[in-house]
């Protein structure tokens, strides 16, 4: 109920927890974050730097999760073989209740990847391969970034916003699963401040 | 525009609710209705409307679909002594809205079919002599509704005497007919259910079923595509998909034997169901190509965006099209798996003297998009269970010769094809066409007699 309460607040939440940049700010209104914030910089950091490629840390997270990796939600970073990565973070209400981001980069490509589809039909195992963010809703400009809003997304974005951009030739996103006690709008809304709020971390040389 | 419950839910009386709008009220706000210049006619058929609008959408053809509708069921409880009673105070209030309106879009469309328990219950040998008998499935022309592969278990198979479906562009007038049936029918008539929605008529903007949506705050509305016919944005009503006029007439396309005075001759079958549609899913699993796969048929051709995809007859799917598609791509589409049962398969000469090509559609589908939660009012709502939320959905209303006709049409939505054949899915498998977004919740065969035998039919032959 606690959880629901903060889900419920407006931009209250700003000064909670998920949003460390808005601490000091006494207006309600945030202020445009210019840093990672420092409790969750060290992660960004060290995954910026186990990759060699810049990474896009959040300053702001929809309540009541945070982006702290390695911290109370988060819920596991992959790392594949061609370095591309995803980093994600899950508030859980038990029966169906989620709050759950996703952030990818995908360093030195800017096409779209593609994911497997497994079915078995008549007995047949049928095996597709289909573009992992699919039917694009136009451009949003937030803050620096450009990014392409995608409606269907594939594997863990499936059920999520998602919104895609390039960045120095590599392919970045971050996405939001549409659920209870979450809106559609209110995904967007989500995406369209933590997109605005990116801020680059590059890798410590 | 946001709803509060009240505006969206109407308690109480089977009356209050049939004098009530509901969300609905918002249909007339949301859209204004263009006049129709049809001429009022009285048809022996009870099912058609006159001097639909049909424009062109994107190339095609389309009916432009009525946009209110409200389906009032009910339990006949006039006591066995009073039904010819009763049939002659239906017949007066009918034949009294025939006077007051037209049977055009801004008139009534008003339809009064006739369920199995009826027959069965209170006209049992006059209905063993007079009911129609589908020559080619070797049962009765009505028989009772099914539980399909893809229909969950908890579908309910309902039990209704009589159905009264009420299409306007002016809701006023439904309202004004429904209420007067009721007012006139008290203790001969007990309504069960009353299940209302809308349909969009494509006349720019953001459309009404996303419109209607999105005020009712139901999940997935956001991603409805503007100006989009019904939910699941494309648009249904094309007149190629559509059954010429007379083609469900009971006698038209020779299914049917009318028996010894063909009572029924000018009648129809009509099944009615409600479904209710996942909208989330549809949007956010399903791109666009798949959707068109799903809708339509694997790898159809299709531009990006297109609302109205052609379907001539000359394109219509044959069996062996399905079965290709099926070994191929592990999926069936909607209407290509549904064409090989519900269009004619040779040229038919109609015994109205019609040509009726091959690849010509069969039903003549009346469905049209609804909040309700699964209907606007019941009369049992825990046997109904009826939900508080408005919840994105249809009242599945199609008219077809026979109840097997109807079921051949739904088991091939399914994989099963005219001649037998199984493609084999898990119910509800995505490769199923439209199945795994679709939840059915009820379902009813119902007779629809010609006008002339509309009002408890067969009674004054009880004797």
């Not at chain 2, 062109?56 to 069921?73: D, M, Y």
């Not at chain 2, 956001?222 to 059954?243: A, K, M, V, Y």
């Not at chain 2, 699964?374 to 010769?401: C, I, Q, T, Y």
Request: charged share 25%; hydrophobic share 40%.
């Amino acid at each position: 109920m606690a959880a629901l309460a903060l889900l419920a607040s407006g931009c209250s939440e700003s000064k909670s927890q998920a949003s460390p940049e808005c601490r000091d700010v006494m207006t309600g209104a945030c202020a445009a974050p210019t840093t990672c914030p420092q409790s969750w910089k060290a992660g960004w950091q060290r995954l910026a730097n186990r990759l060699h490629t810049t990474v896009y840390c959040p300053t702001w997270m929809p309540s009541p999760i945070d982006a702290k990796i390695g911290g109370q939600w988060d819920n596991g970073i992959s790392v594949e073989k061609d370095h591309s990565y995803l980093v994600s973070f899950l508030w859980h209400e038990p029966p169906s209740q989620d709050v759950h981001v996703n952030f990818r980069g995908y360093p030195g490509r800017t096409k779209i990847p593609r994911c497997e589809d497994v079915e078995v039909v008549g007995g047949k195992v049928r095996r597709t391969t289909m573009p992992c963010f699919s039917d694009p809703h136009g451009k949003r400009r937030l803050g620096g970034i450009t990014a392409t809003m995608y409606t269907v997304n594939r594997g863990v974005d499936q059920w999520h916003i998602l919104y895609a951009w390039h960045d120095h030739g590599s392919l970045y996103a971050v996405s939001e699963h549409v659920i209870k006690p979450l809106t559609y709008a209110k995904v967007v809304s989500n995406l369209d401040r933590m997109v605005r709020g990116l801020v680059r971390v590059k890798p410590a040389t | 525009m946001k709803l509060t419950r009240k505006q969206l839910l109407v308690g109480g009386a089977a009356g209050a609710a049939l004098g009530a709008a509901g969300i609905y009220e918002l249909v007339d706000k949301l859209a204004d209705s263009p006049p129709s210049d049809a001429v009022a006619a009285r048809l022996p058929e009870q099912h058609l409307v006159d001097g639909m609008r049909v424009e062109k959408q994107e190339g095609v053809e389309v009916v432009v679909p009525l946009r209110h509708h409200e389906v009032v069921t009910a339990r006949v409880v006039a006591p066995r002594g009073q039904l010819l009673d009763a049939r002659a105070s239906l017949a007066a209030v009918l034949a009294k809205l025939d006077a007051d309106f037209s049977s055009t879009p801004d008139g009534l469309g008003l339809t009064v079919a006739w369920g199995l328990p009826y027959f069965q219950n209170h006209v049992p040998a006059a209905a063993g002599v007079h009911l129609p008998f589908d020559r080619r499935a070797r049962k009765p022309a009505l028989f009772d509704a099914v539980r399909f592969p893809s229909d969950p278990d908890d579908t309910l198979l309902e039990d209704n005497d009589v159905a009264f479906l009420f299409r306007s562009d002016n809701e006023e007038n439904i309202r004004a007919a429904a209420t007067e049936i009721a007012d006139r029918m008290k203790g001969a008539l007990a309504v069960t259910s009353i299940r209302k929605g809308f349909a969009g008529q494509m006349d720019g903007g953001k459309g009404l079923p996303k419109e209607m949506a999105t005020a009712a705050g139901v999940p997935g509305a956001d991603l409805i595509p503007d100006g989009s016919e019904l939910f699941l944005g494309f648009t249904s009503t094309q007149r190629n998909t559509l059954g010429p006029r007379r083609i469900v007439n009971f006698e038209t396309l020779g299914l049917v034997d009318l028996g010894p005075r063909s009572y029924f001759h000018g009648g129809t079958h009509m099944h009615l169901s409600h479904i209710f549609e996942d909208l989330e899913a549809w949007y956010l699993n399903q791109d666009f190509r798949d959707r068109v796969n799903t809708a339509f048929r694997p790898r159809l051709p299709v531009r990006p965006g297109t609302q109205t995809v052609p379907q001539p007859p000359s394109r219509a799917s044959s069996e062996s099209d399905v079965r290709r598609d099926y070994d191929r791509f592990g999926a069936i589409g909607h209407s290509s798996s549904l064409q090989p049962a519900s269009r004619l398969q040779q040229d038919v000469r109609g015994s109205d003297g019609t040509l009726y090509a091959k690849g010509t559609a069969i039903p003549q589908r009346a469905d049209f998009n609804t909040l309700d939660n699964p209907f606007f009012w019941s009369a049992d709502p825990k046997r109904d269970r009826m939900g508080e939320e408005p919840a994105a959905g249809l009242h599945f209303v199609v008219f077809n010769p026979t109840s097997d006709d109807f079921h051949r049409n739904r088991l091939a939505m399914d994989g099963v094809m005219p001649g037998g054949e199984k493609l084999v899915f898990a119910p509800r498998a995505a490769g199923q066409g439209f199945n795994s977004i679709l939840r059915t919740t009820h379902r009813q065969n119902f007779l629809v007699p010609p006008r002339r035998h509309r009002s408890f039919p067969l009674v004054e032959l009880k004797s």
